[in-house]
C-alpha cells in the first residue's frame, strides 16, 4: 500500500503561480508513472499530467500545456506541479496518483492509477 500527501495548494490571483508537492510513503513509488488530476466543483475528474518513473515522460492535458510542469525526484519520493499563468477556471480540487504497476509509460487514464491522495485545493481568483 502507498500513501499520497499532496501540499502546496492555496489562493492565488490569475496569473499567478503555484509549486504543488506529492510526497509518496514507500520508495517502490519510485518505479511508477505518477501523475496529477483535479476536480472542479460539479465537473469530473480531469487528467493535469503525468510523468514516468524517472521523469524522461511526460504527458500533459490540453487546457494546461505550457503552462504546467511535471517533475519528480526520486530521491524524496516526491513529484512536483509547477502551475504557471494560472486561470480562474484551473481552481479546482487537485489529486495525485501513482500508477498500480511498474515502469509503465504516463497516462492520462485514471483507472490506470492505484493510489490516490486526499486532495488540495486550488483557488485562482480573477
Known amino acids: 500500500q502507498v500513501q499520497l500527501v499532496e501540499s502546496g495548494g492555496g489562493m492565488v490571483q490569475a496569473g499567478g503561480s503555484l509549486r504543488l508537492s506529492c510526497t509518496a510513503s514507500?520508495?517502490?513509488?519510485?518505479?511508477?508513472?505518477m501523475g496529477w488530476f483535479r476536480q472542479a466543483p460539479g465537473k469530473e475528474r480531469v487528467f493535469v499530467a503525468a510523468?514516468?518513473?524517472?521523469?524522461?515522460?511526460?504527458e500533459y492535458g490540453d487546457s494546461v500545456k505550457g503552462r504546467f510542469t511535471i517533475s519528480r525526484d526520486n530521491a524524496k519520493n516526491t513529484q512536483y506541479l509547477q502551475m504557471n499563468s494560472l486561470k480562474p477556471e484551473d481552481t479546482a480540487v487537485y489529486y495525485c496518483?501513482?500508477?498500480?504497476?511498474?515502469?509503465?509509460?504516463?497516462?492520462?487514464?485514471?483507472?490506470?492509477?492505484?493510489?490516490w491522495g486526499q486532495g488540495t485545493q486550488v483557488t485562482v481568483s480573477s
Open positions: 514507500r520508495p517502490t513509488a519510485s518505479r511508477s508513472a
Open positions: 496518483a501513482a500508477d498500480r504497476e511498474y515502469f509503465r509509460t504516463p497516462s492520462g487514464f485514471s483507472s490506470e492509477y492505484e493510489y
Open positions: 510523468i514516468n518513473w524517472n521523469g524522461a515522460s511526460t
